[in-house]
């Protein structure tokens, strides 16, 4: 009977060293080593898209304030009706430049948008709610408090949410398989090299 020995194809090593794996650069850029098969879902890394989270946000904020100025400076439109509309189209800018550039997502599902809206109806609650908090519990006079307060709580909350909800990385189940080996090749190098390949 022959002894096995159960291993991640990702973490191969051979005579002794990791083997390179897929990542990104400095910049974001992503990068694929010779010695290594990558999945096609590579992701940046998280410092990245943090950045580029901040980016999109900014942008979605910028976008939100551009048409809602637009749109009461040059329509009949009430401002509550113009300020949803605004809202929207920062939404949706930020739904695509989050999807495509800041979590790379290659998926093509309708639960990608529809869990985009639900994290932020989500979070929309979750912003009120420590708004009013603070504003019940310390005063109006703290309201720069409460609207940086649940800003930054529903900020963290927005990135947690597409990262791990509706932009999570998925996994080819051939770079997740492990390998069973004999133990004798387990630990041959040579073994592994032709294994790799």
């Known amino acids: 009977m022959a002894i096995a020995l159960v291993r991640s194809r990702s973490r191969s090593t051979s005579a002794g060293e990791p ?6 650069t400095s910049d974001g850029r992503s990068t694929l080593s010779n010695s290594s098969k990558c999945s096609e879902n590579t992701r940046p890394e998280v410092s990245t ?3 580029r989270f901040i980016v999109i946000g900014g942008s979605s904020v910028a976008i939100d304030g551009l048409c809602y100025a637009l749109i009461t400076s040059f329509s009949a439109l009430s401002p509550d009706l113009a300020k949803g509309i605004s809202y929207l189209c920062g939404m949706i800018f930020g739904f695509w430049g989050n999807k495509l550039w800041t979590f790379e997502s290659k998926q093509r599902s309708l639960s990608e948008p529809l869990l985009y809206v639900l994290i932020y ?12 908090l603070v504003l ?10 409460g ?3 649940a ?5 963290v909350s927005n990135f947690v949410g597409m990262k791990f909800l509706a932009f999570r990385e998925s996994h ?3 770079a997740n398989t492990p390998s069973v080996l004999p133990l004798e090749q387990a630990f041959d190098p040579a073994s592994t090299e032709r294994n790799a390949a």
């Open 49 to 51: 898209q943090i950045v």
């Open 136 to 145: 019940s519990l310390a005063g109006d006079e703290y309201r720069l408090l």
């Open 147 to 149: 609207f940086f307060l």
């Open 19 to 24: 083997r390179k794996s897929c990542g990104t």
């Open 172 to 174: 080819s189940p051939a």
């Open 121 to 132: 109806a989500c979070t929309l609650g979750i912003n009120i709610g420590i708004n009013r």
């Open 151 to 155: 800003t930054g709580v529903t900020t």
